[in-house]
């Protein structure tokens, strides 16, 4: 059993039940995502298991299904998560496979914000790991990970190999310790207190709307029952919580400015319906209309062409076959170009740095030196 305890885990089972099947958020928290596999319903050929010891929470998923070697979309497991710290995070899904061939019957397919579905595979086998590759071709298989920007998005796991199992999945920034099965999920916003005798400030809480649980709670509060002591605790968490944030936004608003403003734009929202909302939002609109921040902004609408760009090498073969310079010219051309582009214009933004990592590739700092 892992951290979230048993306390934590009947009370979701409750408020499934009791409060209708909210859908919740898995909220960021010092640079760490982390979700059970089981705390969305199994789809398609993917079952509830328990039979191999070691798993965390209260099961583990097993796809049950035909090995799809190249169609996803058989059995669609979906988590929203929410960012508040933007970068790269690594994708670690906590796995087994048994298979006698390590390299058979290891991955699944996954994709983010409805992108392309990826193979993601593992490569030990009959043992719980945390090992998780992305293939993109037979020459790209590159530790998981993706850049993810501040705000909501939606993780989506399908089936591929018959007998894969999933536990529980982690997303997490470089430096920190994120393949740790002791960590609590990390549910919308602060850990959630005791709420059973306030299922209607759960339930706003469970799916992610803060503000609402924040609202409900101080109306609540106001009187002087069991559910009063409750929600006292509820709106001064969620209070503390927003205060944190805030000043972890404002943290890197000197170094990341656009990001900065997306992220308290974020938060905002998570605390719409209640006035802390609008004193967010009120803020970002402010921050963005600074020097600093706009040319930010507008650095990082080219780093997001470069990036589709990119996006589209990694799908189109190998960089060292002789021809595929050639098959890719116009990719390769919109990467220089926009590079080019930013360290004339926008020389001081985070994104040159940025821009100029991707340059690094076989045969753009060639393109771009002619």
């Not at 995502?33 to 010891?53: H, K, L, N, Y």
Request: glycine residues 10%; proline residues 4%; aromatic residues 8%.
């Amino acid at each position: 059993m892992n951290r979230c305890g048993v306390c934590e885990l009947a009370l979701v089972a409750a408020l499934t039940v009791s409060v209708g099947a909210a859908e919740p958020v898995f909220w960021e928290r010092d640079g760490i995502v982390v979700f059970e596999a089981e705390s969305c319903p199994a789809s398609g050929a993917w079952s509830v298991d328990r039979e191999v010891a070691g798993f965390t929470g209260q099961a583990y998923y097993r796809w049950g299904g035909p090995n799809n070697m190249r169609n996803a979309g058989g059995g669609v497991l979906s988590y929203r998560i929410r960012i508040v710290t933007p970068g790269t995070y690594h994708l670690r899904i906590r796995n087994y496979h048994d298979h006698e061939d390590s390299t058979l019957e290891n991955d699944c397919f996954t994709r983010m914000d409805g992108g392309e579905w990826v193979k993601t595979f593992s490569s030990k086998r009959a043992e719980w790991t945390w090992r998780s590759n992305h293939e993109f071709n037979h020459g790209s298989k590159p530790p998981a990970k993706y850049d993810l920007s501040a705000g909501e998005h939606l993780f989506e796991i399908s089936g591929r190999s018959h007998g894969f199992a999933i536990d529980r999945i982690h997303l997490y920034r470089d430096g920190l310790k994120g393949e740790d099965e002791t960590l609590a999920e990390t549910r919308a916003g602060p850990a959630m207190p005791e709420l059973g005798a306030a299922p209607r400030v759960a339930k706003a809480w469970f799916a992610g709307a803060l503000g609402q649980a924040l609202k409900s709670a101080e109306k609540l509060a106001e009187g002087d029952d069991e559910a009063a002591g409750q929600a006292k605790l509820a709106a001064s968490t969620l209070r503390d919580y927003a205060a944190e944030q805030r000043e972890r936004i404002e943290g890197f608003k000197a170094t990341a400015p656009a990001d900065a403003v997306a992220a308290l734009a974020e938060l905002s929202k998570a605390y719409a319906g209640h006035d802390l909302g609008k004193v967010y939002m009120a803020e970002a609109k402010d921050w963005a209309k600074e020097p600093a921040v706009k040319d930010a902004l507008a650095a990082d609408k080219i780093l997001a062409a470069m990036r589709a760009a990119q996006a589209k090498l990694d799908k189109h073969g190998d960089a060292t076959d002789p021809q595929w310079l050639k098959r890719n010219k116009k990719s390769l051309q919109a990467i220089v170009g926009g590079w080019q582009q930013i360290a004339k214009r926008y020389p001081d933004t985070p994104a040159l740095a940025q821009a100029e990592s991707m340059i690094d590739a076989p045969g753009l700092r060639e393109l771009a030196g002619k």
